[in-house]
Structure formats: structure tokens, C-alpha cells
């Protein structure tokens, strides 16, 4: 990323925002294939040489929209409703509405596709996954169940993110209805209540 010359002030706080959410504006209506320096800078209102200033690439442009954009939305759907006993914060994640909107689900469905064209888009993926949001999901579970075993917290928070990401792709195809949406909800909470088991009489605070 090209750092301000000394002296001048900078506005990489504001620009870089901005153009990253233009990015993202730019990937709902074409895909991330459509993601060009000049149709960026046109949806930002930015000269094309002032994306290139504070991005040197595309591939870097892509690299901080993933990291920064996409890496946001997941940590905002492990953590929002934090103020609601667990099993409704769980339940919450397979509702309507646990995306921010629709955009964002179109925005995941094409890094997803792209991931298995492109080894650089799948490592990103990979260590948000790995490193942010399994992690982030572990830590509430076994806030929750401080007396089950680690190992059974990380299968069960592997397995609650298999059933998101499975519910939220059938959904975009058009699969989900009332009835199935009933029948993940169920499945999320089946999944919770293994804890519980394996938790016996101790399972930490009602969070």
C-alpha cells in the first residue's frame, strides 16, 4: 500500500474505507471478476490514480477487501446478539436477517466460487476461518460450557458452521422455506444441546 509523501497530511483513514466499500459495490453488481481500478474509482467518486496510490494492485485491492470487508461481516454475524442467552444467539444465525443484506450473501457466494479457482483467495478465506471466526465461535461456546472438553467445544462449533454455510448456500438457490427453515433452526439447536450432554450439571453462565 503507497504511504502519503512526509509533510502531507493524510487521508488513508477516510479514502481507504471508501474505497473498499466501493469495491464491495462493484463485486454485487459484477462479481469480482468485474473488479477493475477504474470502476472502483468511478463508484467511489476517486481519480483511478488515487485507488492506485493507496492500493498497488488489484490483487492487493481484492487481498484488503477480503481481510478487512468480508473479515467484518463474518465477525458481526459470530457476534451479534451478544446480549442474548446462547441458544437464541445460535438460533439467530440460520434466521432471516443474520446477514447484514442480501449483498452480503452475494458478496460470500462469489469469494466462495472464486476460492476454488484461486489458491490467494482461498488462503484468505481459510485463515478467517481458522484464525478469526472458528476461533471467536469456540470462545463463546466454551464460555458457555466450561466443563466440556475442548475438543468437543471446536466439533461443535465445526459443526455449526458447516450447517451455516450449507443453509445460507441452499438459500440463495432458492431451497428454503418455511418448513426448512423450521427444520435448520431445529438442527442448530440439536447440535447445541450435544453440549449440554456432554457439559452434565456444570454448564458455566446463562449467556
Same mark, same amino acid.
Given at each position: ?29 459484477? %462479481? ?54 446462547? !441458544? ?8 432471516? %436477517? ?15 466460487? &472464486?476460492?476454488? =479457482?484461486? !489458491?490467494?483467495?482461498?488462503? =484468505? ?6 484464525? =478469526?471466526? &472458528? ?5 463463546? &461456546? ?49 447440535? &447445541? ?6 457439559? %452434565? ?7
Amino acid at each position: 500500500m503507497t504511504v502519503n509523501q512526509v509533510g502531507r497530511p493524510s487521508k488513508a483513514k477516510e479514502r481507504i474505507p471508501e474505497i473498499l466499500e466501493a469495491t464491495f459495490a462493484v463485486v454485487v453488481r459484477e %462479481g469480482l471478476a468485474g473488479v477493475t481500478f477504474s470502476k472502483v474509482a468511478e463508484v467511489a467518486g476517486l481519480q483511478r490514480t488515487l485507488v492506485l496510490h493507496y492500493f498497488g494492485s488489484r490483487e492487493e485491492l481484492i487481498g484488503a477487501f477480503i481481510d478487512h470487508v468480508v473479515g467484518a461481516m463474518g465477525s458481526a454475524i459470530v457476534h451479534r446478539h451478544d446480549d442474548l442467552p446462547l !441458544p437464541q444467539r445460535v438460533a439467530a444465525a440460520y434466521a432471516p %436477517g443474520a446477514y447484514g443484506t442480501r449483498d452480503d450473501m452475494v458478496v460470500w457466494a462469489e469469494l466462495v466460487a &472464486l476460492s476454488a =479457482r484461486d !489458491p490467494a483467495v482461498r488462503e =484468505r478465506l481459510r485463515d478467517l476461518w481458522t484464525g =478469526r471466526w &472458528l476461533p471467536d465461535l469456540e470462545a463463546v &461456546l466454551a464460555d458457555r460450557y466450561r466443563a466440556v472438553p475442548a475438543e468437543d467445544v471446536s466439533a461443535t462449533a465445526y459443526a455449526l458452521a458447516c450447517l451455516f454455510e450449507a443453509h445460507w448456500a441452499l438459500d440463495i438457490q432458492g431451497v428454503v422455506d418455511e418448513r426448512r427453515q423450521q427444520h435448520v433452526e431445529r438442527a442448530a439447536e440439536v447440535i &447445541l444441546d450435544s453440549l449440554e450432554v456432554r457439559g %452434565g450439571s456444570d454448564p458455566g453462565p446463562q449467556r
